[in-house]
């Protein structure tokens, strides 16, 4: 574990030869959240280096992931360009101060571009929304999933897939989103029975190839980059196997307060089936993939108990899963059921069109 910023940008260092970097290459700290992340800028060149957690990847999940974007990017994709080191590794291994050592990768860093949004502003539904820019969303998501379908696989993935099991499973990937009422908040019921309802769903809706890959499975607005309306999609740290349309879900998720989420998810659903065609079934399966999507964050968020963005979810993100969470129940559970008893009628949901 680093132990601050310093000591993060010692390793980041010393990383750095491993890359050929230049003497007087310039670092300087970018954000930090699962892994630190720093940009390289040298004379004619600028990158962007990923300093990740010590035991969160291991070596062969990491590797499997910047295959990926390399793959993708020679299919064509907006993705950055992966940098190998001297010796012709995707990463190298760099030990801290004390000895831990951590896995260190470079990637192009994409010149003028800024981030598509927020979560933050997106969830406070004050920021302005064109939904031609989610249009365009919706084409880049469908043309990384055509991509990467048609991709040549020599062997299982190695990490962890958002599927039926991995979200709401006896063991999901971030964990149970149970956890997230240990001070009592209203909605722990809801949630418990939305959470094994959902389980029988996604096992229902199965995993064929039209419908289930590799998928990026973090399309927040902070990992798009727009540069003169090119969009670049970033970040594939949290990549894996899982359902197509959990990526469109995740890229509306933040947006659902939002007064036009209506028109955003119009636009985005609009922008993938002009590459790639949804069906009723997958349609159907929407608003049970947003409350998915939002039953992750809930298990990231109890894990994290005083982090300011997990203060954020439980604060301010739990309520609106909570009721995603009474509807989806509302809506599965025959209305004369001992189930449907035990919960209040569903609220109005901020959107209920799709």
């Not at 590459?275 to 997958?282: A, F, I, S, W, Y």
Request: charged share 25%; with cysteine; aromatic share 8%.
């Amino acid at each position: 574990m680093i132990a601050d910023l310093d000591a993060a940008e010692r390793v980041a260092a010393r990383a750095l030869p491993h890359y050929d970097a230049d003497k007087g290459a310039v670092l300087t700290f970018v954000k930090y959240r699962e892994n630190y992340v720093f940009r390289v800028d040298q004379p004619g060149r600028t990158h962007a280096l990923r300093l990740h957690r010590s035991g969160y990847r291991t070596d062969a999940e990491l590797v499997e992931e910047l295959e990926l974007v390399a793959e993708l990017g020679k299919a064509g994709v907006a993705v950055p360009q992966v940098c190998l080191t001297a010796a012709g590794a995707s990463f190298c291994r760099v030990a801290d101060d004390d000895g831990d050592v951590h896995q260190v990768d470079m990637l192009e860093w994409v010149s003028g571009a800024v981030p598509l949004g927020d979560v933050g502003e997106a969830f406070s539904g004050e920021v302005p929304v064109d939904p031609a820019t989610f249009h365009s969303l919706g084409t880049l998501v469908a043309d990384l999933h055509t991509k990467v379908a048609s991709l040549k696989r020599g062997k299982p993935s190695v990490r962890a897939a958002w599927d039926a099991d991995g979200l709401v499973g006896d063991a999901p990937v971030w964990g149970d989103p149970r956890r997230a009422f240990h001070d009592g908040a209203p909605g722990h019921d809801a949630v418990d029975q939305a959470t094994s309802l959902l389980e029988a769903e996604l096992t229902a809706y199965g995993k064929a190839p039209d419908r289930y890959g590799p998928i990026h499975a973090d399309f927040t607005p902070e990992n798009v980059l727009v540069h003169n309306g090119h969009m670049t999609v970033i970040d594939f740290d949290d990549s894996g196997d899982g359902y197509y349309l959990f990526d469109l879900a995740t890229a509306a998720f933040f947006y659902l307060p939002h007064p036009r989420f209506d028109d955003i998810v119009s636009a985005l659903l609009a922008g993938y089936q002009s590459v790639r065609p949804l069906t009723q079934e997958d349609l159907a399966l929407w608003r049970p993939l947003l409350l998915a999507r939002g039953l992750t964050y809930l298990a990231w968020a109890a894990d994290r108990l005083g982090d300011e963005t997990s203060d954020f979810v439980l604060q301010h993100v739990r309520p609106l899963i909570v009721d995603l969470a009474t509807e989806f129940v509302a809506l599965t559970v025959p209305p004369h059921s001992p189930s449907a008893l035990s919960l209040p009628e569903a609220p109005p949901c901020p959107s209920t069109r799709i």
